[in-house]
Every structure is written in structure tokens, then in C-alpha cells.
């Protein structure tokens, strides 16, 4: 499969809602049980998901983009935050916005990702990919043991 940025677009864009519709209603104290070791909440999740936001995925683009010689990206904590004790709603309004404005930065600099090559951003868009599909294999909102 090719990748289009068209198409991943709206996908990006209508993930918090899909959250919310999934956690919104959902009373709070079952949003704060995980299944155990090494497994998460609805809201740790979420909390992951605003952190990435915040310092993972468009620093990562921008760094891409500025196409220089040493591209190093900082470390992504996967951990960062997760142990929030702000109410669910809250983390998905912050999500929700913080997704928005991302989003926004995406199309913004959409004609940039016309100088990169797809082949010449193979290996960050696999190591991106495969990081997804690790993160969501491990159970998304639950661990399925």
C-alpha cells in the first residue's frame, strides 16, 4: 500500500472523536483500571496519546523536514504523564485540541513533504509505523490476555 497524506489526514483528524464516542460516557473509575503489569487505562492511554502529541509526532516531521545532515530525534518517554490524575473528559477535550492543532501544522506544511522522497523517508515512516502497530498490538484500550 502507498502511503497518501490525503487520506491519512481525515484519519487523524477524526481519532478523538472515535475516543470520546468509545470513553466519553464511561464512568470515571472504570477509566482508571488497567489488567495489570505492563498493561494501561483508557486514560493512561489517553494521557500517552496527548504526550505524544505534545513532543512526539510533529517535532519528528519538522525534523524531517528541515532535511539537514544529522537528524537526531529526541527520545520519546512513552511513560510521561500517564499517571495523570486529571478527570478523563479533560484529557480528551486536551487531546482533542492539541490533535486539532497538529493537524492543522500537518496541512500547513503538507507541500513540504513534496521534497522528500518516499523512498528517502522509508526507514521513519517504518520505524513510526512499526512503533504504531507495536503500541496498538499491545492492547489500545485494553490488553487482551
Known amino acids: ?13 477524526r481519532t478523538p472523536s472515535v475516543i470520546s464516542a468509545l470513553l466519553g460516557d464511561v464512568p ?6 488497567d489488567e495489570g503489569p ?3 487505562s483508557p486514560r493512561e492511554v489517553v494521557a500517552h ?11 519528528r516531521a519538522r525534523i524531517i523536514l528541515r532535511q539537514e ?9 512513552r511513560f510521561a504523564d500517564i499517571k495523570t490524575q486529571r ?10 485540541a492539541v490533535r486539532g492543532r497538529n493537524v492543522a501544522t500537518l496541512r500547513g506544511c503538507k507541500h513540504g513533504w513534496g521534497a522528500i522522497t518516499f523512498t ?16 496498538l498490538a499491545r492492547g489500545f484500550l485494553f490488553d487482551q490476555r
Open 1 to 13: 500500500m502507498d502511503f497518501d497524506l490525503d487520506e491519512a489526514i481525515p484519519i487523524l483528524e
Open 28 to 33: 470515571e473509575k472504570w477509566t482508571r483500571v
Open 38 to 40: 505492563d498493561t494501561w
Open 49 to 59: 496519546l496527548i504526550n505524544g502529541e505534545h513532543t512526539d509526532w510533529i517535532p
Open 69 to 77: 545532515k544529522y537528524r537526531r530525534f529526541d527520545p520519546f518517554d
Open 87 to 96: 478527570p478523563l473528559r479533560e484529557l480528551l477535550s486536551e487531546f482533542e
Open 120 to 135: 528517502r523517508l522509508r526507514g521513519e515512516i517504518d520505524a513510526l509505523r512499526n512503533e504504531s502497530e507495536a503500541f
